[in-house]
């Protein structure tokens, strides 16, 4: 069983377009993140939940709008989608905020915008 | 403020070859959290070690070990006997106590490749 699983695994789409990448951990953690690597590799946080509340905001343009119906998904849905938006989307997820357990990461969402 | 440098972009060994992969970190907490993460050509992220800022204790996993010394702010790990399967993107990352959100904070990454 995937302890992180992301959907779509790839995603390709015109700009100016609406779209939304789903994540679900089964590992009955309790804070989620959303992260961005660019083209050159670099990882950076986007998102990060608790129990269902938004904890971080790391400037993100308002565009990005995460979702958490639940403590084991984390959703991510972009408006209005740009080039420069393009990059791999990895969803993590880790046990507590308060004592700094390992995250564990999804595989990726690979977005393409055209 | 809070950073990761990994300042070896690219390493080329030959298998069987000893590496060490270099993470200097800067942090302003007492309490923190040093990790390494792999990610094979593959594009996943693999968890391989945690470490605290309490414990200075070096950690042997099989062929890989990891150095940890505040004195200098390193983190560095060494893969002994390199295999082909080791070629990847090695990252360093830190999480700050005072930070609640949990959020790692990435070194560049180290592009390891083990020629055959």
């Known amino acids: 069983d995937t302890a992180v699983s992301q959907t779509p695994k790839y995603l390709v789409t015109q700009m100016g377009n609406d779209k939304s990448i789903k994540c679900e951990q089964n590992?009955?953690?309790?804070?989620m993140y959303w992260y961005k690597q660019d083209s050159k590799k670099f990882l950076k946080i986007m998102f990060s939940y608790n129990n269902k509340e938004l904890i971080i905001n790391e400037t993100v343009p308002n565009r990005f709008s995460p979702k958490s119906p639940d403590k084991a998904h984390l959703n991510l849905h972009i408006n209005s989608l740009e080039l420069g938006d393009s990059a791999v989307y990895f969803c993590a997820s880790s046990q507590s905020v308060g004592v700094r357990k390992e995250q564990f990461f999804g595989p990726g969402t690979r977005l393409t915008v055209l | 403020a809070q950073k990761v440098t990994q300042a070896q972009t690219e390493i080329s060994v030959v298998e069987k070859e000893d590496v060490t992969l270099d993470c200097v970190y800067e942090t302003r907490d007492t309490t923190y959290y040093l990790f390494w993460y792999k990610q094979p050509p593959s594009g996943e992220l693999v968890f391989l070690i945690r470490r605290n800022s309490f414990d200075e204790q070096n950690e042997i996993s099989g062929r890989y070990s990891w150095n940890f010394q505040k004195s200098t702010s390193s983190f560095n790990f060494t893969i002994t006997a390199s295999q082909v399967v080791d070629s990847a993107v090695y990252f360093c990352a830190l999480s700050e106590d005072r930070n609640q959100g949990g959020k790692l904070i990435f070194g560049q990454g180290t592009e390891l490749s083990v020629k055959p």
């Open positions: 590992l009955g953690h309790d804070t």
